[in-house]
């Protein structure tokens, strides 16, 4: 990959933080836009705006056309059997709280079991916490090694005859951990559970075929892989979709309304997947998304993890070479991608992170919405991250790595 | 009259455990509220030319160049807001 050309297409990446050229490491957090999506999402406003599904007349239909194109893209990327199995939702938050309460409050009793790992992001904790003291089913948490390495052996162990359904992150957003989710899922199916698949930090940063993992569920964000926030995508299977009821109530996902004086109203549910897309779609998200999706494609994502998983293997090396930065993760940097959690000695992570930000160098600092593995597992406070992608350079680590040494 | 308001952009509380709260000063008056800071405060340390650790009445805390402070050990708005219209005006 050319690097310098693509970080042409990212007008952001020429700005000057606190008068040092901009170095952005919180793509773990929402990545930068290139111009060719972001021109997409202005010519949808500049020429195609419409209400899409909603009328007859041209810039409706121009508006309904470009949000389908988009789901087939999207639904390509990720290698859904049909279009009709991905649903626009606002992200991975809505997506995992779509199954929860469509799926989960429908198919979960007392007596049932739902495995979620340490290591997840507290989108796919909470929704999970919620609808149980709604149902009264128990959660199950499978362990986390102190290397932020899921224990197999627990995780596989913990589903049983009475789990109904298992969640898992297939990338860690703290510690860049890739999980096997295609073993898991197969385990997952062998005692008659279902799988879901968060995969928030690995969509956009690695080839994600959902037929080859055969997940029942995959989570994903369109802002942490180059498109605009308030889009991502819920894949499940057909025949899940299908049995689930609506998540929202609105337009759009009915087919009929039907009054009568007598019996009040009788409705009935729209087909695939514009039953759980009650309102108004994002439909410039959409169109957003899928200009990212070709984006990334068109760069392949074997390269994309390719260039980041260098750029990681060569910031754990010049990160080794500071005496005060202690890292957490697994030694054995084939078991991750680019995120890469820190601490430096007797400094808070907020504290490291304002200097950073001081020298233009943007990371995140804080629990990263994954406070059981902070606090459980790792035994921390709170960490720093610093989190790469497509546009990111050796140079740019050597530049962070000269500010630590500096603390 | 100035205010707090006048120099303040911002109160945020971190995320962790430390449940620090960060002060953002406004862009245009953080050279300002820093030195109005500097003048009552007494300076611990100063670290990387950037940040200042200082300590005013019973508290700690530390002040960034980039117009930006955090407070350990706030019990409650009320605690901060007495110490800010202390320390800025």
């Known amino acids: 990959m050319d690097i310098q050309a693509i970080r042409q297409d990212f007008p952001i990446l020429k700005r000057q933080i606190n008068n040092y050229p901009l170095i952005y490491f919180d793509n773990a957090a929402t990545t930068q836009k290139p111009k060719q999506v972001i021109d997409a999402i202005s010519d949808f406003y500049e020429q195609h705006n419409g209400n899409a599904h909603r009328a007859v007349h041209t810039l409706s239909l121009e508006a309904t056309d470009l949000y389908e194109k988009s789901r087939e893209k999207i639904a390509k990327f990720i290698n859904a059997k049909e279009p009709a199995e991905l649903v626009f939702v606002r992200g991975t938050t809505e997506a995992i709280n779509l199954v929860a309460y469509s799926w989960g409050l429908n198919n979960l009793e007392k007596e049932d079991e739902v495995l979620v790992s340490l290591m997840e992001h507290h989108s796919n904790i909470v929704p999970w916490e919620i609808t149980s003291k709604i149902k009264g089913f128990k959660i199950k948490y499978a362990k986390v090694n102190s290397d932020g390495t899921l224990d197999y052996n627990d995780f596989e162990s913990k589903i049983t005859s009475k789990t109904k359904i298992a969640c898992l992150s297939h990338v860690s957003n703290v510690t860049g951990v890739i999980n096997d989710v295609q073993r898991l899922t197969k385990v997952a199916h062998d005692h008659g559970a279902l799988m879901l698949v968060d995969g928030a930090q690995s969509v956009p940063h690695m080839e994600v075929d959902v037929q080859e993992i055969d997940t029942d569920f995959l989570a994903f964000s369109g802002h942490k892989m180059l498109g605009p926030t308030g889009i991502g995508g819920l894949y499940g299977k057909r025949e899940l979709l299908e049995k689930m009821p609506p998540f929202q109530g609105g337009g759009e996902m009915i087919k009929e309304v039907v009054f009568t004086q007598s019996q009040g109203c009788d409705i009935q549910w729209n087909e695939l997947p514009w039953k759980f897309e009650a309102g108004t779609p994002n439909m410039e998200g959409a169109v957003g998304l899928a200009e990212a999706v070709k984006y990334l494609a068109a760069l392949g994502m074997e390269q994309v993890l390719c260039h980041e998983k260098e750029l990681t293997n060569y910031a754990v090396g010049r990160l080794r070479e500071c005496s005060k930065v202690t890292m957490y993760g697994p030694t054995d940097l084939s078991k991750k991608c680019g995120i890469i959690s820190f601490s430096i000695k007797d400094l808070s992570s907020h504290d490291t992170a304002l200097i950073c930000d001081n020298y233009g160098i943007m990371i995140r600092s804080g629990y990263h919405c994954a406070q059981p593995l902070h606090q459980y597992v790792l035994k921390l406070q709170s960490s720093d991250r610093a989190s790469f992608y497509i546009y990111n350079t050796k140079e740019e680590v050597d530049r962070l790595v000269e500010v630590l040494k500096e603390i | ?89």
């Open chain 2, 1 to 89: 009259m100035a205010t707090i308001e006048d120099y303040v952009a911002r109160v945020e509380g971190t995320c962790g455990a430390e449940k620090d709260v960060i002060v953002f000063f406004k862009y245009e008056k953080k050279d300002e509220a820093i030195a109005n800071i500097l003048k009552k405060a007494q300076i611990k340390n100063k670290i990387a030319g950037i940040i200042f650790e200082l300590a005013f009445k019973d508290t700690s805390f530390r002040l960034y160049t980039s117009g930006k402070a955090i407070f350990r050990s706030i019990k409650n708005k009320q605690e901060l807001n007495n110490l800010l219209k202390d320390l800025l005006l």
